[in-house]
């Protein structure tokens, strides 16, 4: 019982163009989201996050929205780079517990 | 300075071999995690310890023990290890049960039981 659903295995976007990233969960329990970026051979890294009392979240080129009525979350990264190529991981949280539950990725390619 | 480090990066052993894998972490957190990445790439956790107190125990077989012998250090050691073993390990941390949603990871621990 998959609870957190990342359907894109993968994502091919034009450097400078936006990149959308999806994320679909099915517990209503979770009240903070979490988007990971992975490099090959290395460990995940953390790049933004939001609470479910918020719709947006905004760092820099990083935004992740959140919409509470289709259990659904997306990350936007405006412009694309070609340094963002990695994996991104969705993750979410119980009432602070720090048992992330892990999405399976999406491998975001950004062609030159 | 590496955050959260971890040792052996690689690891390849038979089966029914004990093995052990090291992780450290620098960053003054109370938290440490174990995840095990298998092979379709699900992150999943297994351990969690703060203040080396066992506080997160998945379902996972009791041939798997971690040990923290303080709060910098958690340690997994795997007994008996069958094939379905083979999978990325990952060590992270984070400040306190409070703030602890965003882990730090680290690099990971490659084992291939053969």
């Known amino acids: 019982d998959q609870q957190v659903k990342q359907n894109s295995p993968s994502l091919s976007v034009q450097e400078g163009r936006i990149s959308i990233l999806n994320c679909d969960y099915t517990n209503s329990m979770f009240d903070y989201f979490l988007w990971y970026k992975k490099y090959p051979a290395e460990g995940p890294t953390f790049l933004i996050s939001?609470?479910?009392?918020?719709d947006k979240n905004e760092d820099g080129r990083f935004t992740v929205f959140l919409n509470k009525s289709a259990k659904h979350l997306s990350l936007h990264i405006v412009p694309s780079q070609p340094g963002d190529s990695a994996v991104y991981f969705c993750?979410?949280?119980?009432?602070?517990?720090?048992?992330?539950?892990f999405g399976q990725g999406t491998t975001l390619q950004v062609k030159p | 300075d590496t955050a959260v480090s971890q040792t052996p990066k690689y690891l390849v052993t038979q089966m029914g071999n004990d093995k052990s894998i090291k992780c450290e972490q620098n960053l003054g957190h109370d938290t440490m995690y174990w995840y095990k990445q298998d092979s379709k790439k699900f992150l999943k956790i297994m351990f969690s310890?703060?203040?080396?107190?066992?506080?997160i125990n998945e379902t996972v077989p009791n041939r798997f023990s971690p040990k923290s012998p303080d709060k910098a250090h958690l340690n997994l050691h795997i007994n008996s290890l069958e094939l379905g073993d083979s999978a990325v390990y990952f060590c992270a941390s984070s400040p306190a049960i409070a703030d602890s949603y965003e882990q730090y990871f680290g690099p990971g621990t490659r084992l291939t039981v053969t």
């Open positions: 310890y703060n203040n080396k107190e066992l506080i």
């Open positions: 993750a979410a949280d119980t009432s602070n517990t720090g048992k992330l539950i």
């Open positions: 939001i609470s479910s009392i918020k």
